[in-house]
């Protein structure tokens, strides 16, 4: 899957955090964080939690994750 360079309204922006929480806090952070992020650019923004590190990278490489906290 190919995404753009540049997002334009109505494009979709997938984003994963790193595991290193509570996953129901993850949840509850990132959920707030997309909506806020989508608000923001126009673009909707959908939360995956993703489980492992291994995991978050793997989606980032193969381009099904757009963006990702990989620390803080």
Known sequence: MT???TAAPGDRCVSG???D???EKL???YGLVATYLGSALDVEVEFVP???YS???S???AG???LVWLAG
């Open 55 to 57: 995991a978050v990278v």
């Open 21 to 23: 929480q509570d996953p």
């Open 17 to 19: 955090p790193l595991p």
């Open 27 to 29: 949840n509850r952070l």
């Open 64 to 66: 099904d994750l757009d």
């Open 3 to 5: 995404r753009p360079a």
């Open 59 to 61: 989606l980032f490489r």
């Open 50 to 52: 993703v489980t492992e």
